[in-house]
C-alpha cells in the first residue's frame, strides 16, 4: 500500500514537509522513545473483568514488558508471511494484544486495519473486497458467544486467532509467540513517516462505507489537538473506553500516551461501575466519554461519590453537541475539565480547549475558527489548518455570522484520499484542496472578526448512534431487497443516551404486514452489525423525493 502514489499525494507531501509540519518520525520512534526513558514504568493496562471478555487474565505490562512482546509479536507476523505494505485486518476489544499489534504492525511496515468488534459478515466482507488484507486477526469468543463465525464466512486469506482455541487447524497468535520468543534476531523497523499506518472505516460524506487510509505523518499531525487542549504532561495516565478503530482512540490515545511515556489504561465495551473504578485505582488524569453519560453522571450524586475523581483532570467529549450546563457543572462539583472535541478519520479536527476557551459554558457550544485570518489561538494546530465555510446552495465562501454553511478543512491532519480508486476519492476535495466535511456550521461571536464556530448539523444524512456512524443509504441499499416491502428508507431520530437511534420508514406490498422484526431480521440475514439495526418502525405511503428521485429524508424526520 506504500507505492504507487497519486501524483497529489507526492505534491502534498513535498509541501507539508516543506513547511516542517511533516517529518520522519513514526509510531515505532515514539515507542523507542518511551522505553529507553521509562522502560520500568507501568505502560499498559487491561480492564480488571478482561476475562469476562475473551477468558484471558488481565495484562499489567511495563514499558520494557511490552516492547519484548512487541519484538516477539512482530517476529511471529513476520514467520506467518506479514511484510512491508501489507494489510491485516484485526477486530478485537481494547485489550493490551490490540496495542501491541499496532505497534508490531508498524514495526514490520505493514497496515493496521481495525473494525469493531460489532461489525458483522456484511461489513467485513465489504472490507475485504476493498481492502485485499493478507489476514484476519481476531477472537474465536467475545463475551461467551462464538466471535469467529462472521469473519470465517469471509473467507479472509489467513486467520490468526486469540481465546480459546477452536478447531485443532486454527492458528494462535500465543501459540505462535511462544514458538518465536526463542528466535535471536527481530525484524528491523521497516516503516517510513509518509507510509500508510492504519486503514480506519468509515461512513464519509457520501453514504457508502469506505477505507480512510492515514500515514504516520498525519497521526503525528493531529494528535497534539487533544494532547494540548486537555493539557496533558509527562507521566499522565490515560483510560481510553471508546474502540481502538477510530480517530478519537487512536489519535487521542494511542499517540498521546506515548508522548507522555505514562500509563494507559485499557476499557472496552463500557461496563459503567467497572469503567468508574478504574479512574481512582489506576489514578487516572485523563479520560473521554460521550456527552449523554456525562449528563448522566452529573446528575448521579449518589453513584459519583463512591469513586474518588480528585486526580481526573480532564475529560474530552464529542460525538454529539454537549450541554452548557453539562461542561459547567463538571467545573464547578469536581473541578474537572470537559473539552470539547469534533472530528473524523478524515482529519477533521476542531478543538475547544482549555486554555483556548477557559469558559465552561462557551466550550460547550462554540469551536476556535483555526486558521482564519487575524484569529490566533494558543493551540499550534491552528496555526497550520485552514478553514472556511461554503454555501451549499450557492457556492460561496460565507463570511457573516449566523448563516449555516458546510465546513471545509485543510492542513497535515487532513487524510489524502480514501481507499482504492473511486469516483468520489478527489470529489470530497475543493479544487484549492479543501476537504469538504459535510458538516454544516455557522460562523458565531460578538468579536470582529467573529472567533468561534458552532455546530448546526450535517449536510449528508450520516446516523451517528453512539459515537458510531451509520449510513441510512447502506441500510436503505439492502431493504431494497426486502420481500414485503416496495420501498423503505431509514433516518436518524434524537436519543438522550446514543444521541441518535434508527427509524426505518416502509411501504409494504399490498396485502402484506411488516413488523420491525421483519425488518431486523431480514438485516440480521445479511450480516449487519447489530448497532445498526433500527429500532424503530413507521409507515407511509410513499417515500417523498425530489425531482431527481432521491429520498428527502428531511420530510421523514419532520413526520417524526
Not at 151 to 174: E, I, N
Not at 477 to 493: C, D, I, M, R, S
Request: with cysteine.
Amino acid at each position: 500500500m506504500h507505492e504507487n502514489r497519486h501524483p497529489k499525494v507526492e505534491q502534498r507531501i513535498q509541501a507539508m514537509t516543506d513547511k516542517g509540519w511533516w517529518g520522519e518520525e513514526t509510531l515505532s520512534d515514539l515507542f523507542a522513545q518511551a522505553v529507553t526513558a521509562q522502560g520500568e514504568r507501568v505502560a499498559l493496562v487491561d480492564q480488571p473483568n478482561r476475562e469476562a471478555l475473551d477468558g484471558a487474565a488481565p495484562k499489567r505490562w511495563t514499558f520494557n514488558q511490552l516492547s519484548d512482546e512487541v519484538d516477539v509479536c512482530a517476529r511471529a507476523l513476520a514467520k506467518l508471511g506479514v511484510g512491508r505494505g501489507d494489510a491485516v485486518v484485526v477486530q478485537l476489544p481494547n485489550i493490551a494484544e490490540f496495542v501491541m499489534l499496532y505497534l508490531a504492525l508498524a514495526r514490520l511496515g505493514a497496515v493496521i486495519s481495525p473494525v469493531p468488534v460489532q461489525y458483522g459478515r456484511h461489513e467485513l466482507g465489504l472490507i475485504a473486497e476493498a481492502l485485499n488484507p493478507v489476514m484476519f486477526i481476531g477472537l474465536t469468543q467475545f463475551q461467551g458467544k462464538d466471535a469467529a463465525q462472521a469473519p470465517k464466512a469471509v473467507q479472509f486469506k489467513h486467520y490468526v486467532w486469540l481465546g480459546p482455541k477452536g478447531g485443532a487447524d486454527d492458528v494462535m497468535l500465543a501459540e505462535v509467540m511462544d514458538e518465536s520468543r526463542g528466535d535471536e534476531e527481530t525484524p528491523a523497523v521497516n516503516s517510513m513517516a509518509n507510509d500508510i499506518m492504519t486503514v480506519c472505516w468509515t461512513s464519509g460524506t457520501t453514504g457508502t462505507p469506505k477505507g480512510v487510509p492515514r500515514t504516520h505523518n498525519h497521526w503525528m499531525a493531529i494528535a497534539p489537538a487533544t494532547y494540548e487542549s486537555s493539557k496533558m504532561a509527562h507521566g499522565d495516565v490515560l483510560l481510553n473506553p471508546f474502540p481502538f478503530v477510530n480517530m478519537a482512540s487512536i489519535g487521542g490515545f494511542l499517540l498521546n500516551w506515548l508522548r507522555c511515556e505514562g500509563t494507559l489504561v485499557l476499557h472496552h465495551p463500557l461496563d459503567l461501575p467497572v469503567f468508574l473504578g478504574q479512574i481512582p485505582s489506576e489514578g487516572v488524569t485523563f479520560t473521554i466519554a460521550p456527552p449523554a453519560l456525562l449528563n448522566m453522571l452529573l446528575r448521579n450524586d449518589e453513584l459519583m461519590s463512591q469513586f474518588d475523581l480528585s486526580k481526573l483532570r480532564c475529560i474530552a467529549s464529542g460525538s454529539a453537541p454537549l450541554s452548557p450546563w453539562m461542561v459547567q457543572g463538571f467545573a464547578d462539583k469536581y473541578n474537572i475539565g470537559v473539552v470539547n472535541l469534533f472530528g473524523s478519520n478524515e482529519g477533521v479536527s476542531l478543538v475547544s480547549g482549555l486554555e483556548d476557551i477557559p469558559d465552561p459554558e462557551l466550550r460547550a457550544s462554540y469551536f476556535p475558527r483555526f486558521g482564519v485570518e487575524g484569529i490566533e489561538w494558543q493551540a499550534s494546530l491552528a496555526s497550520k489548518l485552514k478553514t472556511r465555510l461554503r454555501d451549499i446552495a450557492t457556492g460561496d465562501i460565507i463570511t457573516e455570522v449566523g448563516k449555516p454553511g458546510e465546513l471545509e478543512i485543510t492542513g497535515p491532519t487532513v487524510f489524502d484520499h480514501y481507499l482504492g480508486d473511486g469516483p468520489d476519492n478527489f470529489d470530497v476535495f475543493s479544487e484549492d484542496g479543501y476537504f469538504k466535511t459535510g458538516d454544516l456550521f455557522e460562523i458565531a461571536g460578538d468579536d470582529d472578526p467573529p472567533r468561534f464556530y458552532r455546530f448546526v448539523g450535517r449536510s449528508k444524512e450520516i446516523i451517528i448512534r453512539g459515537g458510531y456512524n451509520i449510513s441510512p443509504d447502506e441500510l436503505d441499499a439492502l431493504l431494497a431487497a426486502h420481500p414485503k416491502l416496495v420501498e423503505a428508507a431509514t433516518v436518524g431520530y434524537p436519543d438522550d443516551d446514543l444521541g441518535e437511534r434508527v427509524c426505518v420508514f416502509v411501504v409494504p406490498k399490498p396485502d402484506h404486514e411488516v413488523t420491525l422484526e421483519d425488518i431486523t431480521g431480514f438485516l440480521r440475514e445479511q450480516g449487519l452489525a447489530v448497532f445498526k439495526l433500527p429500532e424503530r418502525i413507521e409507515f407511509i405511503d410513499a417515500l417523498p423525493r425530489n425531482a431527481l428521485t432521491k429520498v428527502v429524508r428531511g420530510q421523514l424526520r419532520e413526520r417524526l
